[in-house]
């Protein structure tokens, strides 16, 4: 948002600077916008929010009745194409004035832009994000992004089990998803993030191409080392380009190779790459881990998991995505920070390229985690 919204949160008393600070965490690692994630953790109500925005702003808001019970010939004012790339719901019309729902009323660009696709004049109106994306799945049958169904999974269980008053602006109960203080402060160990490894290993014994985009021949060809590794995360500038690092990685030193986040008691695609493919479209796959046999110790105990896995239905995604044989040998390891799993990896290779490169896993991991922790310094500065 154009805005900074965190100042504004902290200066208005809704939020605290700790809740800035874990909600700039979870922005920044699961990529969602950081008023979602505010809403997520439980640190503010979406109808607080957006009315706050709202008069800070001089921006109405759209009500949750009216932006799900628009009229079809509304909605058809805007294509499917143009509503998902601008994230906007048409509400209503009136003579020439289009009113649009928008998380960000104040990018008058895309206000600009639709007002010359449709020729009528663009009145914003302020909604909560993760409402506009139902909405897009509803009217115009856009898939909601992963990462934000856990939102909006988050807000109807609320919703559902809330019991105090309706005018309380925090929500009390204790968030299903939190990361606790700055690992500066935690006094809890010296890295922020940590995986286990075992200490036995050495003694253990597809989708069509049209589907799968090719690394290019720089990436192939040349021996990504931790070095040029190191360089690349020193410049990373969101998440996509720690995921990017991480995968080019993981497709030079192994057969195939996965990483996910890890919301709640699940997990979400992130990047993917098999046979130095990168796999399309991982990032739709979800894994119920508490489910699975082999995997629920990553979530549960913070342990890895080395062998095969079973083809029980909680394992069959990242079994289909990674075409993964019943003799494959896997090895996943939990991305712990201050105590909590936020995401897991997962490579299948031969028993002896798993052994050799588990030093290198382990550092490329403690890197990515320091260039998590410059990221959220680097939005803390512009959200304060």
Same mark, same amino acid.
């Given at each position: ?69 628009? *009229? ?27 009113? +649009?729902?928008?998380?960000? *009323?104040?990018? &008058? ?14 009145? /914003?109106?302020?909604?909560?994000? +993760? ?72 003694? +253990?014994? /597809? ?74 479209? &991982? ?50 390891? *939990? ?50």
């Amino acid at each position: 948002m154009s805005i900074k919204l965190g100042e504004l949160l902290i200066k208005e008393g809704a939020i605290t600077q700790d809740q800035l600070d874990e909600a700039l965490k979870c922005h920044i690692i699961f990529g969602i916008k950081l008023g979602s994630s505010l809403i997520e953790l439980g640190f503010i109500q979406e109808s607080v929010l957006v009315n706050l925005l709202s008069k800070k702003l001089g921006v109405p808001a759209v009500g949750h009745s009216e932006l799900f019970d628009v *009229p079809a010939d509304v909605i058809a004012r805007l294509s499917s194409a143009v509503a998902e790339k601008f994230r906007v719901i048409p509400v209503r019309v009136e003579n020439k004035r289009l009113y +649009v729902a928008m998380s960000d *009323p104040t990018d &008058f660009k895309v206000q600009e832009e639709l007002s010359f696709i449709t020729g009528n004049i663009i009145v /914003p109106l302020i909604a909560p994000e +993760v409402y506009i994306l139902v909405a897009l799945e509803k009217y115009y049958a856009v898939t909601r992004d992963h990462r934000y169904v856990c939102v909006s999974t988050e807000l109807q269980k609320r919703k559902d089990r809330q019991l105090q008053d309706e005018s309380e602006d925090f929500i009390t109960d204790e968030a299903k998803f939190t990361i606790s203080a700055d690992f500066a402060e935690s006094g809890a160990g010296t890295e922020l993030l940590t995986i286990r490894i075992p200490t036995d290993l050495h003694s +253990v014994a /597809p989708k069509k191409d049209s589907d799968n985009r090719r690394l290019s021949q720089k990436q192939t060809l040349e021996l990504y080392t931790i070095d040029r590794l190191s360089r690349d995360f020193s410049t990373a500038r969101d998440r996509d380009d720690v995921a990017n690092i991480f995968i080019k990685y993981l497709g030079q030193e192994f057969t195939k190779g996965a990483l996910l986040t890890i919301r709640g008691n699940g997990a979400v695609g992130w990047r993917a790459v098999s046979s130095e493919r990168l796999i399309k479209d &991982f990032e739709t796959i979800t894994l119920e881990i508490s489910k699975s046999s082999e995997l629920s110790e990553i979530l549960i105990g913070k342990h890895y998991f080395f062998g095969p896995l079973s083809e029980s239905p909680s394992n069959l995604p990242i079994i289909k995505a990674l075409q993964l044989k019943a003799s494959d040998t896997v090895l996943s390891l *939990p991305v712990v920070m201050n105590d909590r799993v936020v995401a897991m990896l997962v490579v299948s290779s031969d028993v002896i390229s798993l052994q050799q490169r588990l030093g290198e896993l382990q550092k490329l991991v403690y890197k990515a985690s320091l260039t998590f922790q410059i990221l959220v310094l680097k939005n803390k500065l512009l959200q304060t």
